[in-house]
Nanobody, 122 residues
Framework: QVQLQQSGPGLVKPSQTLSLTCTVSGGSITTNYHYWNWIRQSPEKGLEWLGAGTYTGGTYYSPSVKSRTSISRDTSKNQFTLQLSSVTPEDTAVYYC??????????????WGQGIQVTVTS
């Protein structure tokens, strides 16, 4: 059974960098053909896809946050990490990591982390 465990701070100050980690168990982040996504949800914006890392180490980002976002991975720890810089109160949301299986029928997110409420406040 694949499990995604998120970790990171729940409070971040404006202008700082938000950093969240997703540790995967029960499966490898290098397994074909999974994508490892970061998604957030807020009352104002609903569900918002931020970006993803691929099983080969590639990355994709939403244009809305691309200039501030970095997704990296540590294959030795089976983890992937989101960094969002220059945060503002508008970045307050519940942040999720999720596995995507593009070959599934139907394709989509099949495993999710537990979610972390991140609040940007001074």
């Amino acid at each position: 059974q694949v499990q995604l465990q998120q970790s990171g701070p729940g409070l971040v100050k404006p202008s700082q960098t938000l950093s969240l980690t997703c540790t995967v168990s029960g499966g490898s982040i290098t397994t074909n053909y999974h994508y490892w996504n970061w998604i957030r949800q807020s009352p104002e914006k609903g569900l918002e896809w931020l970006g993803a890392g691929t099983y080969t180490g590639g990355t994709y980002y939403s244009p809305s946050v691309k200039s501030r976002t970095s997704i990296s991975r540590d294959t030795s720890k089976n983890q992937f990490t989101l960094q969002l810089s220059s945060v503002t109160p508008e970045d307050t949301a519940v942040y999720y990591c999720a596995r995507e299986d593009p070959l599934a029928t139907p394709p989509g997110y099949d495993y999710w982390g537990q979610g972390i409420q991140v609040t940007v406040t001074s």
